[in-house]
């Protein structure tokens, strides 16, 4: 990476953050939790929080709900599971509280039916209760569509090592899950056709993603097709500059604790609505005049004029379509937080306030982002390599491509996980096609599209 790239990296921009989540982050710093990882990892805490009790309506068929995909990158020993633990604490002690009432619901439940079948009364049987929870962890995309339906406010999918959940992905039907998440990124419906039993649906899943990697693993994010699919345009990157590890000598005090646990109590505590179809359904807040003049400027400077830009990467065009809507999402989970911590006077409407602290979180994301473009390898140009390949008529060998150095692909190993990719996409078939002459054979590449 080089030294501008570095000089632009941006630190986490803490003062967006009402006051008692700025002291908890500052105090974080004191048992030497950076601030990116603590600020980031709160971010996906707080939407977790506010769930799908909220949503912010563009306009009437343009809903933003706040799901977050958050990741925070950092080698091993920078204290990333301690960063995320002391954001979580919260969110935590509210998983502790639901298993210890399904516990006791449970032991309820043995009880009447104990004396249900005592008496011989079939009438009087109880019904099992499902129990409700906020935190998944190691979940299949199935299970967890089975505890959206349980839990309708939303979840949140942590994973330690977020490396486990891209590999899942598509463990058991290569793409399916994939596109399952791509669906959850944007809380659109959901269906689970089960063979005994019938099928889950959940009309407005809200789920976000909250983990760690480590940067020997962000190629598992970016390849495998990822990129081209917009999987890893969703996701959000934390990458700070390492800071000096330290003897931590003190406590965060009592008083900054329970002011941070309070924001959250009150999260938690904002209601849904319910309507005649909907069990479980959003309140839905617009933005004010100053917001969303605000907004529709920074649309058009920050994100229309770079993705109208010829010049702009294919892959960086992805990546700021995405942040248009996390801009949306940022603006309400920050309003809605202010609000609670008496910041904001009103949840009516989204202010312009909460709108430009939300563009400093998309310049800080933005930021790391192109870290992460600048220090990993730079993917090929597929529209090129993809024309190419048309060029020729539609088939190629391998051995073509990497000759030719078409669109970066300029080995045989970067052509072979070109041709992976792609045919795992759809877009190529692959064959080995032994030689006329004897010799090894060759790998023959056919374009579907």
């Given at each position: 990476m080089n030294a501008a790239k570095s000089s632009s990296l941006l630190t986490f921009p803490t003062s967006v953050f009402p006051k008692p989540l700025r002291e908890y982050i500052e105090h974080g710093s004191s048992q030497?939790?950076?601030?990116?990882?603590?600020?980031?990892?709160?971010?996906?805490?707080?939407?977790?929080?506010?769930?799908?009790?909220?949503e912010l309506e563009?306009?009437?068929?343009?809903?933003?709900?706040?799901?977050?995909?958050?990741?925070?990158?950092g080698d091993a020993g920078v204290r990333k599971s301690s960063s995320l633990n002391y954001a979580m604490k919260a969110i935590r002690t509210r998983q502790k509280q639901q298993i210890q009432a399904h516990m006791l619901a449970i032991q309820q439940y043995d009880e009447q039916m104990r004396?249900?079948?005592?008496?011989?009364?079939?009438?009087?049987?109880?019904?099992?209760?499902s129990g409700e929870q906020t935190i998944v962890e190691d979940a299949t995309v199935e299970a967890l569509i089975g505890l959206l339906a349980q839990n309708p406010r939303g979840l949140l999918n942590f994973r330690d090592e977020l490396a486990s959940w891209t590999r899942d992905l598509n463990r058991y039907r290569a793409g399916s899950d994939e596109q399952r998440w791509l669906s959850l990124w944007s809380a659109g419906s959901i269906t689970y056709n089960r063979k005994t039993q019938a099928p889950l649906f959940v009309e407005?899943?809200?789920?976000?993603?909250l983990g760690g990697l480590q940067p020997a693993v962000l190629s598992e994010v970016f390849?495998?097709?990822?990129?081209?699919?917009?999987?890893?345009?969703?996701?959000?990157?934390?990458y700070p500059n390492p800071i000096a590890r330290c003897v931590v000598k003190v406590s965060v005090p009592i008083t900054i604790r329970?002011?941070?646990?309070?924001?959250f109590e009150r999260l938690f505590a904002l209601s849904h609505i319910s309507d005649g179809d909907s069990e479980y359904a959003p309140h839905l807040i617009p933005l004010d005049h100053e917001a969303r003049a605000a907004f529709e400027q920074w649309s058009e400077d920050y994100i229309n004029r770079k993705i109208n830009d010829p010049n702009t990467p294919a892959r960086e065009k992805g990546v700021l379509s995405k942040l248009e809507a996390y801009l949306l999402r940022f603006a309400l989970i920050l309003h809605i937080t202010a609000y609670v911590c008496k910041e904001e006077g009103s949840c009516e409407a989204i202010s312009a306030s909460s709108i430009c602290r939300a563009m400093r979180l998309v310049e800080y994301f933005k930021s790391h982002y192109d870290k992460i473009a600048a220090s990993s390898s730079p993917l090929p140009d597929t529209d090129k390599v993809i024309n190419w390949i048309r060029e020729k008529g539609g088939t190629v060998t391998k051995r073509d491509i990497y000759r030719a150095k078409v669109g970066g692909l300029d080995t045989q190993a970067k052509a072979t996980a070109f041709i992976l990719d792609h045919v795992g996409l759809g877009?190529?078939?692959?064959?080995?096609?032994?030689?006329?002459?004897?010799g090894p054979s060759q790998t023959v590449v056919h374009l579907l599209i």
């Open positions: 030497n939790y950076p601030d990116d990882f603590v600020g980031a990892a709160l971010l996906a805490c707080l939407a977790t929080a506010i769930g799908a009790s909220h563009v306009n009437a068929n343009w809903h933003e709900p706040t799901t977050l995909f958050i990741a925070i990158v004396q249900a079948k005592a008496n011989k009364d079939s009438c009087a049987l109880p019904e099992l209760p407005r899943p809200v789920v976000s993603v390849g495998q097709g990822k990129s081209e699919n917009g999987f890893s345009d969703r996701v959000l990157f934390a329970e002011a941070y646990a309070s924001v877009v190529l078939v692959a064959e080995e096609v032994p030689q006329k002459h004897g």
